[in-house]
């Protein structure tokens, strides 16, 4: 059985919404969109395109599709994030799209948790890049099997958020952390069974 991959940029306040451009995702009024480039540097690059030799498939929900499907086709051949993307299976998660024209792009419909429950079974490794809404209804069907979390030392104050309320209870076991030069940290999770609970009330 292969495993889903998240990869989420996130603010330490926990805003995932829209890190890669001010147009990105204005939904909610959200007016801070591309917070996330100014913390982009040579070091995290190559942690990134490295990560890219580690899945084997992508799984994406519609509004990241027609993001990336309207950047990474159209960058630079030499581009090798870009030559990754492109060529990599692509599966996307949507309800409203009759379509996907994106080279390797294969449309998910109906009952999605099972497809990417079968996903799992075809290849190694899957990873996920923003898919907010995708990644928290996979997470309630228990389909993620790791997380990792890009912070970085900005607060943004309000935005969406893929920990938010109706998340389920889940504890988590740190499998890997990497600290950066620009105040970034890369933190790695496994799920690990429901949290445990205790008290500091004393005793007697």
């Known amino acids: 059985m292969g495993k ?14 829209a890190p890669g451009m001010p147009e990105e995702d204005r939904e909610g009024g959200f007016d801070q969109g591309g917070w996330q480039v100014p913390y982009f540097d040579e070091e995290s690059g190559v942690v990134m395109t490295e990560a890219l030799a580690a899945f084997d498939a992508m799984l994406l929900g519609r509004k990241t599709y027609e993001i990336f499907a309207g950047y990474w086709p159209y960058a630079p051949a030499d581009d090798p994030i870009a030559a990754r993307l492109n060529e990599a299976p692509k599966f996307v998660a949507s309800r409203t799209l009759d379509s996907v024209g ?4 294969t449309l998910l419909k109906g009952d999605v948790a099972g497809e990417v429950a079968r996903l799992k079974e075809r290849y190694n490794e ?6 907010g809404n995708l990644v928290k209804s996979l997470m309630q069907q228990g389909l993620v099997d790791q997380y990792n979390l890009w912070v970085y030392p ?6 969406k958020r893929l920990f938010g309320n109706g998340t389920v209870p889940t504890a988590l076991r740190l499998v890997e952390s990497r600290t950066f030069g620009n ?13 445990e609970y205790g008290t500091t009330a004393l005793s007697g």
């Not at 994106?102 to 792009?105: G, H, V």
């Not at 899957?126 to 898919?131: F, P, W």
């Not at 105040?183 to 949290?195: C, F, R």
């Open 4 to 17: 889903l991959v998240v990869n989420t940029f996130t603010s330490l306040d926990g805003v995932m919404q």
């Open 183 to 195: 105040g970034a940290v890369l933190l790695s999770y496994e799920p690990a069974g429901k949290p």
């Open 102 to 105: 994106w080279k390797n792009s």
């Open 126 to 131: 899957i990873h996920t890049s923003g898919s």
């Open 154 to 159: 900005v607060l943004l104050g309000s935005g």
